[in-house]
């Protein structure tokens, strides 16, 4: 197996901010130019009030579990 040479080091904080330097450029170029405006309109569509029958809502998931349920079952009785 080869020794280290104590010579030969790595400057790991550096790479390290390196690295975070190019990060904050990369979300820097792809934020939008009126990125307040875009975060208020995701917040206020998050806020809005959904309807029951909205893709994750509990009661959804459980008329849809029923009909499964039933369906089975009818099928097991004929």
Same mark, same amino acid.
């Given at each position: %197996?080869?020794?280290?040479?104590?010579?030969?080091? +790595?400057? +790991?904080?550096?790479?390290?901010?390196?690295?975070?330097? *190019?990060?904050v450029? +990369?979300?820097?170029?792809?934020?939008?130019?009126d990125?307040?405006?875009?975060? *208020?309109? =995701?917040? =206020? =569509?998050? *806020?809005?009030?959904?309807? %029951?029958?909205?893709?994750?809502?509990?009661?959804?998931l459980?008329?849809?579990?029923?009909? +499964?349920?039933?369906? =089975?079952?009818? %099928?097991?009785?004929?």
């Open positions: %197996m080869d020794r280290l040479d104590p010579d030969e080091r +790595i400057d +790991i904080r550096g790479r390290v901010r390196a690295h975070g330097v *190019r990060q450029a +990369i979300v820097r170029l792809a934020t939008p130019s990125w307040q405006g875009e975060l *208020r309109a =995701a917040l =206020a =569509a998050q *806020r809005r009030p959904r309807s %029951m029958f909205d893709g994750g809502s509990d009661l959804r459980f008329l849809e579990s029923f009909a +499964i349920f039933f369906t =089975a079952t009818m %099928m097991f009785l004929l």
